[in-house]
């Protein structure tokens, strides 16, 4: 995991003072981190019956489309709102100011599919509850939740968790 750890660069006080900006986009852009990142986040699910997995916008998408590719499954993108052209499911999820919405088309999953959900990072956990949320509404039985980071100090897999979705990640950073 140092590998992986190590691939991912930070960006101080971006996009605002006192945030720390973990930016994999060098993790992605390095063959070997990107693949094992990739085999780390599969790695649990091996054996395991899943339909789909949903990626949420945009960094999800790259991650969890590898990972969908990897599995065999299908992809399901959680958007910001306005952006799919279908009829959609939504839910709102509080930022530290306002809120966001996301959403995934109505037919995205049928009854009873499993779905693994991908991201780059968990913070406060908000955007992995509201996608839990969605993805609930529409049928599916969501049974994980990967992370390539977690930022532990802002209790956001504890909150995944508490949905009883379990959460995996395969680093962690402190801070914001
Ligand atoms: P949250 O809903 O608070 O768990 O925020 C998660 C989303 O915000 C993820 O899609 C991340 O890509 C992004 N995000 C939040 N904090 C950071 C950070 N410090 N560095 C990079 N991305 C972040």
Redesign the pocket.
């Known amino acids: 995991m140092n590998h992986i750890k190590q691939a991912i660069r930070t960006i101080p006080d971006y996009p605002k003072p006192g945030?720390?900006?973990?930016?994999?986009t060098t993790l992605l852009g390095d063959a070997g981190a990107f693949r094992a990142a990739v085999d780390a986040l599969v790695y649990p699910f091996a054996g395991r019956k899943i339909d789909k997995v949903a990626g949420?916008?945009a960094?999800?998408f790259i991650l969890g489309g590898a990972v969908a590719h990897q599995l065999s499954v299908g992809f399901i993108p959680v958007r910001k709102k306005g952006k799919l052209p279908h009829d959609t499911l939504s839910q709102s999820?509080e930022l530290e100011y306002g809120v966001d919405e996301v959403e995934i088309h109505a037919d995205a999953v049928s009854p009873g599919e499993t779905v693994l959900i991908v991201?780059?990072?968990?913070?406060?956990?908000?955007?992995?509850?509201a996608a839990i949320k969605l993805l609930r509404a529409a049928g599916a039985e969501v049974i994980g939740a990967s992370f390539l980071?977690d930022?532990p100090d802002?209790g956001?897999a504890r909150r995944v968790a508490a949905t009883g979705v379990p959460v995996t990640r395969l680093v962690e950073f402190e801070g914001?």
């Open positions: 945030i720390q900006f973990r930016d994999v949420i916008e960094r999800g999820y991201d780059d990072l968990i913070a406060t956990g908000g955007t992995a509850e980071v930022l802002l956001g914001e």
